[in-house]
């Protein structure tokens, strides 16, 4: 059984730009919205990607954010050119954060936003390399799925 | 309750969304923290808040906030008043503390976007 593709695309996002921060999660959420996908998951998918936009810009030098849809999930990847992530399992901790007065000021930065994306998303993945950069894979299953959870499971 | 009457309880100034004042408002979520906003806010509530900046706008877009609250006597930056007219999302400006607006919206029957932590989704 097959999975379609129905709309892939990536954006950038420039790190310390906190100007434009939120302006690729905006233009995903209308996206979703013109694609006819439920309500619902066009919320969750905003806010894990407006999260994950927050970080890039608080932590890398730059980044990009791909979102695609299918009949089956709206998966975004969230994938930075940063320092890292040292230590993935304290990160992931509600309250931990090594974020910058700067990022504070904002209203973010009190080690929530991972927390956040891991809240709305029903499947997380990352990875990191110190140094490189951190990966974020994140899924929000179809609502499809969610009201006919005897169809069979498609790992993306 | 309307936007116009939250204006009269909290003798707040209209910044942005004049046009906007009978929209309906049930439930309110007060934080100066974005991230506990996305952690626990639910559509269509107000967003009661000292900070001013365009991210507070960000945030109330994402989750499709009503409208925003700025408390103490804050006023936004240009480019956050900018944007949220961009954006169509009013911002009213009270000289109440945090405190006293949540107090005063909920004695009138603004309900929180959740009562406490656990179990909510």
Same mark, same amino acid.
């Given at each position: 059984?097959?999975?379609?593709?129905?709309?892939?695309?990536?954006?950038?996002?420039?790190?310390?730009?906190?100007?434009?921060?939120?302006?690729?999660?905006?233009?995903?959420?209308?996206?979703?919205?013109?694609?006819?996908?439920?309500?619902?998951?066009?919320?969750?998918?905003?806010?894990?990607?407006?999260? $994950?936009?927050?970080?890039?810009?608080?932590?890398?030098?730059?980044?990009?954010?791909?979102?695609?849809?299918?009949?089956?999930?709206?998966?975004?990847?969230?994938?930075?050119?940063?320092?890292?992530?040292?230590?993935?399992?304290?990160?992931?901790?509600?309250?931990?954060?090594?974020? $910058?007065?700067?990022?504070?000021?904002?209203?973010?930065?009190?080690?929530?936003?991972?927390?956040?994306?891991?809240?709305?998303?029903?499947?997380?993945?990352?990875? $990191?390399?110190?140094?490189?950069?951190?990966?974020?894979?994140?899924?929000?299953?179809?609502?499809?799925?969610?009201?006919?959870?005897?169809?069979?499971?498609?790992?993306? | 309750?309307?936007?116009?009457?939250?204006?009269?309880?909290?003798?707040?100034?209209?910044?942005?969304?004049?046009?906007?004042?009978?929209?309906?408002?049930?439930?309110?979520?007060?934080?100066?923290?974005?991230?506990?906003?996305?952690?626990?806010?639910?559509?269509?509530?107000?967003?009661?808040?000292?900070?001013?900046?365009?991210?507070?706008?960000?945030?109330?877009?994402?989750?499709?906030?009503?409208?925003?609250?700025?408390?103490?006597?804050?006023?936004?930056?240009?480019?956050?008043?900018?944007?949220?007219?961009?954006?169509?999302?009013?911002?009213?400006?009270?000289?109440?503390?945090?405190?006293?607006? $949540?107090?005063?919206?909920?004695?009138?029957?603004?309900?929180?976007?959740?009562?406490?932590?656990?179990?909510?989704?």
């Amino acid at each position: 059984m097959g999975v379609t593709l129905n709309f892939e695309k990536s954006f950038e996002v420039e790190g310390g730009s906190f100007q434009n921060a939120g302006n690729v999660s905006g233009q995903i959420k209308g996206i979703l919205k013109d694609l006819g996908v439920s309500t619902d998951i066009v919320r969750r998918i905003a806010i894990i990607c407006y999260e $994950s936009e927050i970080n890039i810009v608080s932590y890398a030098k730059r980044g990009t954010i791909t979102l695609s849809v299918t009949d089956e999930a709206v998966k975004i990847e969230a994938k930075d050119e940063g320092p890292g992530i040292p230590d993935i399992e304290l990160a992931m901790q509600e309250g931990y954060s090594t974020a $910058s007065p700067a990022v504070r000021e904002m209203g973010f930065g009190a080690g929530m936003g991972l927390a956040n994306m891991k809240k709305y998303s029903d499947h997380l993945i990352i990875t $990191s390399e110190l140094g490189v950069g951190t990966n974020v894979r994140m899924t929000v299953m179809n609502f499809q799925k969610i009201l006919h959870p005897d169809l069979p499971q498609i790992t993306l | 309750m309307t936007l116009k009457d939250v204006k009269e309880i909290l003798e707040a100034d209209v910044l942005v969304g004049n046009d906007q004042l009978d929209k309906p408002v049930k439930t309110a979520f007060a934080a100066d923290l974005m991230s506990d906003v996305l952690a626990f806010a639910k559509p269509e509530a107000m967003l009661l808040t000292g900070l001013t900046n365009p991210q507070v706008v960000r945030t109330a877009d994402i989750l499709d906030i009503t409208a925003i609250i700025m408390v103490r006597g804050k006023k936004p930056t240009e480019e956050t008043v900018k944007l949220a007219e961009e954006l169509k999302i009013p911002i009213l400006s009270t000289k109440y503390i945090l405190f006293e607006t $949540s107090g005063r919206l909920h004695a009138r029957g603004i309900k929180g976007c959740i009562e406490k932590v656990g179990g909510e989704t």
